[in-house]
């Protein structure tokens, strides 16, 4: 006599929104897809134009080819520098050797550099608030001469920073940190120093943000946090981050579906699904469709915000 299956246990998916691609994001994978229509393939781009494999690997089977420095590059190819930004040094280096060049950098990175140039122009001594090594870091960086911008990356760093003068301070920081853990090394600082220099507005980027805050509303409601992304982007780590300070019984960082272990979902009613600001949301339907083959799941949309930012391509590009 057959046996009934036995009903699949129940899955209550919490998710987040906004989630996956920003603005920018959005805005320098297009920048790479026509220059491939414009210009032929191979077009290539200086790092990882954003930091995920999977869009990596698609813009690859379309004829961009990734290198790490524009010495790889030939002179009769195109090159499109990665959204994180890129030091002065590396689109004067491209025009010295008669380069066609596109920028992709974030115009919200862009205006990071602007705030630090100003400052810099004004005598100000500069601390950014970032993670060494980041590429976005590295562009900020190199948008003034060496030694001229101080790298502070903890609350422990900003107590220990002496500067020059201490009444003529600013401050800058990367686009995609914690918001959380970024105020309290503000806050370090202007205990520090009163009157150091802000951004005219805050640095960390609207969709960092927004991401953040979708996070925590999704990480009260769930027993288990899965945040779609690589692990060499920045804003994907910090929100498992904030997900496990917002009541998440416990956050991972994968890839795509197949990274799921079932085995983190034990004894969990209730989980919460977001993808960093470089994941593409083909990647969420992935994972809730792969949770569907084993729970029987519902879906809750958690919207926090609704986010209307677009930014316009290159005139190069569109004309």
């Not at 603005?23 to 393939?41: H, T």
């Not at 900003?158 to 940190?177: C, E, H, I, M, Y």
């Not at 918001?179 to 980027?205: G, N, Q, S």
Request: charged share 25%; net charge negative; with cysteine.
């Amino acid at each position: 006599m057959l046996q009934e299956p036995r009903p699949r246990r129940p899955l209550k998916v919490h998710l987040a929104t906004p989630r996956g691609f920003c603005a920018g994001v959005d805005r320098a994978i297009q920048i790479v897809e026509r220059a491939i229509e414009k210009y032929g393939a191979p077009v290539y781009v200086r790092h990882e134009i954003v930091h995920n494999r999977h869009v990596v690997d698609r813009l690859k089977g379309l004829g961009a080819v990734f290198v790490e420095e524009l010495s790889e590059c030939p002179t009769d190819r195109p090159v499109v520098f990665s959204a994180h930004g890129v030091p002065k040094s590396v689109p004067a280096e491209a025009r010295q050797r008669e380069m066609i060049y596109l920028d992709a950098t974030c115009p919200l990175v862009s205006k990071v550099h602007v705030e630090a140039q100003r400052h810099y122009d004004a005598g100000k001594e500069i601390v950014l608030i970032g993670h060494a090594g980041h590429p976005e870091v590295v562009g900020t960086m190199g948008q003034l001469p060496e030694g001229a911008v101080k790298l502070i990356e903890t609350v422990e760093d900003a107590r220990a920073f002496t500067p020059k003068d201490p009444g003529n301070v600013a401050f800058a920081t990367q686009t995609t940190l914690s918001v959380d853990d970024t105020a309290e090394i503000v806050a370090a600082l202007r205990e520090r120093f009163p009157e150091i220099a802000a951004p005219h507005k805050e640095d960390i980027c609207y969709a960092t943000t927004n991401r953040q805050e979708a996070v925590k509303a999704v990480a009260a409601k769930a027993d288990v946090l899965l945040v779609l992304g690589s692990a060499n982007s920045s804003n994907s780590v910090r929100l498992v981050e904030v997900g496990k300070r917002s009541g998440a019984r416990a956050a991972y960082l994968i890839d795509d579906a197949g990274k799921l272990d079932f085995a983190w979902l034990d004894g969990a009613s209730a989980v919460g699904v977001t993808a960093g600001a470089s994941a593409p949301e083909v990647l969420v339907q992935g994972l809730i469709d792969r949770l569907a083959e084993v729970f029987d799941v519902t879906v809750e949309d958690v919207d926090t915000v609704q986010e209307t930012v677009s930014f316009k391509l290159p005139r190069a590009l569109v004309s």
